[in-house]
């Protein structure tokens, strides 16, 4: 909802919290005002417009201070008269905020506390939500590094086991001596071959061919 109000000649289009510089108002910082001149309201879709103002409807602001705007200079001449005229001028302020605004009975500040509160609501809701997903991930993160550590556990046990097996079944090959199949004689162990040289035997020597004559034949 808001109002288009109208104060010190000027008009102004207001909400609730909407903070805003007037015309120099009679009033003290800290006060409550009534803004009665409502020429407008609007509530959604729903628009009524005053003649010149809006029955029933009420806008309540509250001072915040008493300001200065700044400074606007006003210079002025003649011509060929030698006159010049040079004014500054600083507007008195004083800041509203608007706090609620009523018409037949409806009230904007009431509309913007429950949508506030129905805001934090949804709000404590998501993070609830958030935190308990983030529970059960880590529950689950939990599980799993357990469950990847138990086996982890598992196998280097079991690698642990079968190292001295593996070493029992290697000492066994090396010190069992080679088999000869059943019923196959045995091999004959090599006989040193003769030596060879001016002092070898003579025996050992193949005999001299005897060269065939012609009365052999």
């Given at each position: 909802?808001?109002?288009?109000?109208?104060?010190?000649?000027?008009?102004?289009?207001?909400?609730?919290?909407?903070?805003?510089?007037?015309?120099?108002?009679?009033?003290?910082?800290?006060?409550?005002?009534?803004?009665?001149?409502?020429?407008?309201?609007?509530?959604?879709?729903?628009?009524?417009?005053?003649?010149?103002?809006?029955?029933?409807?009420?806008?309540?602001?509250?001072?915040?201070?008493?300001?200065?705007?700044?400074?606007?200079?006003?210079?002025?001449?003649?011509?060929?008269?030698?006159?010049?005229?040079?004014?500054?001028?600083?507007?008195?302020?004083?800041?509203?905020?608007?706090?609620?605004?009523?018409?037949?009975?409806?009230?904007?500040?009431?509309?913007?506390?429950?949508?506030?509160?129905?805001?934090?609501?949804?709000?404590?809701?998501?993070?609830?939500?958030?935190?308990?997903?983030?529970?059960?991930?880590?529950?689950?993160?939990?599980?799993?590094?357990?469950?990847a550590e138990a086996k982890a556990e598992a196998k280097s046990a079991k690698a642990a086991e079968a190292k001295p097996k593996a070493a029992k079944a290697t000492d066994a090959t090396?010190?069992?001596?080679?088999?000869?199949?059943?019923?196959?004689?045995a091999a004959p162990a090599q006989t040193a071959a003769p030596a060879e040289g001016p002092g070898a035997d003579e025996t050992t020597k193949p005999a001299p061919k005897r060269a065939?004559?012609?009365?052999?034949?």
């Amino acid at each position: 909802m808001y109002a288009v109000i109208e104060t010190g000649g000027k008009q102004y289009r207001v909400e609730v919290g909407t903070q805003f510089e007037v015309e120099l108002l009679d009033v003290e910082p800290g006060q409550s005002i009534m803004l009665d001149r409502v020429l407008l309201v609007a509530d959604g879709a729903e628009a009524t417009v005053g003649t010149p103002v809006v029955g029933d409807a009420a806008v309540e602001a509250y001072v915040v201070g008493q300001e200065r705007g700044e400074k606007v200079i006003a210079f002025k001449y003649r011509p060929k008269a030698r006159r010049r005229v040079k004014k500054g001028h600083r507007q008195e302020l004083t800041v509203l905020r608007i706090a609620d605004i009523r018409y037949n009975g409806k009230s904007a500040a009431e509309g913007v506390a429950k949508a506030d509160s129905d805001k934090a609501a949804a709000k404590a809701k998501l993070e609830e939500a958030a935190a308990r997903q983030a529970a059960e991930d880590a529950a689950l993160a939990a599980k799993l590094a357990a469950k990847a550590e138990a086996k982890a556990e598992a196998k280097s046990a079991k690698a642990a086991e079968a190292k001295p097996k593996a070493a029992k079944a290697t000492d066994a090959t090396t010190e069992a001596p080679a088999e000869t199949p059943a019923g196959e004689p045995a091999a004959p162990a090599q006989t040193a071959a003769p030596a060879e040289g001016p002092g070898a035997d003579e025996t050992t020597k193949p005999a001299p061919k005897r060269a065939r004559t012609k009365k052999d034949e």
